[in-house]
């Protein structure tokens, strides 16, 4: 038997569990201590308008630093949290963080606003009946530009859902927050759908992308995908992002097929925050340049 921390639950651990159970079973019963102590980190990722090659928006990207197991990407823990309910405390604090740190970031050319900061939002965040009033509150506290936020939500979150979560975004995007919908094409993409959502920006998801590398071999059929794409995100009156772009082919062809804006490890990847002012302030006219290549993903 084993005690789940602070939990006060008994749990039988018997000996066929794997090894990866046991660990996913550590992980979920420290989430909650390790949001109190301050293990978490946001790093920032820029996202790079591919006609002036400006730092047009940075996504929020947040890491675990555990004392064990060292650094952990959020696909090690965001289900966990979700499962747990955690991400609810967990996605407060990442969005509290990352607005006060984008409150501060300068504006990226003469004449033009400082980048937007995108925050990933889990599916259960979006069915919060607090979120509003929580963004509300925190871009108050913060004085971060409601235009300046963009949330971030992948279309699970609310295909095939009632109403509620639908109408929670309705309400941020009448303040001026902005709706992107992540990792388009991965879920239902349900096109007719597309449509209701009070959605601003679409993310072409990196699966999309990686076909458009130099040889590849799918790539003329992602190249008709991603072009269709990006009409039917125009037409709807949507502006486009890329992810997932590692190469200077496929910075050209995505520029080439319309789409307005890209991020990935070509262009630089996710940072520190006290990394990325050095991002932020490089001259970019003329066509996109890659930002920083070769800085350490974590
Ligand atoms: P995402 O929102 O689709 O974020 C993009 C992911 O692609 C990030 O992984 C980023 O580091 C990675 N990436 C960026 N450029 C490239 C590239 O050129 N090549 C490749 N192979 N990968 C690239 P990361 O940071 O591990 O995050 C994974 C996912 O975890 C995110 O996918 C997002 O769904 C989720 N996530 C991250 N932070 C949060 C958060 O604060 N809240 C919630 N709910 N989910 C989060
Ligand atoms: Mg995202
Ligand atoms: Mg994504
Ligand atoms: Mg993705």
Known sequence: WAKAEGKGRWALFDADRSASEI???????????ALERGEFVVDYQPIVDLKTGAVSAVEALVRWRHPDFGLLK????????EETGVIVQLGRW??????????????TGPGSAPPAVNVNLAVRQTHDPH????????????GLPPQQLQL?????????????????????AKAGVRIA???FGTGYSNLAYLRQLPAHIVKIDASFTAGLRAG???GHVDEQIVGALVSLAHGLGMSVTAEGVEDEEQAARLAALGCDSAQGWYFARAVPANQLAGLLSLPVPGAPAPLERRRGER
């Open 181 to 183: 919908i992540d990792d």
């Open 131 to 142: 979120l509003v009033a929580e963004v509300f509150k925190i871009l108050a506290d913060t």
């Open 216 to 218: 590849g071999t799918d």
């Open 74 to 81: 959020p696909d090690r823990f965001i289900g966990l949290a």
């Open 94 to 107: 990442v969005l509290e963080q990352s607005c006060a740190e984008a409150a501060t970031w300068p504006p």
């Open 152 to 172: 971030e939500i992948t279309e699970s979150a609310v295909i095939g859902t009632e109403d509620g979560s639908l109408d929670v975004l309705r309400e941020l």
């Open 23 to 33: 660990t996913r079973y550590t992980l979920s019963a420290a989430l909650p201590g």
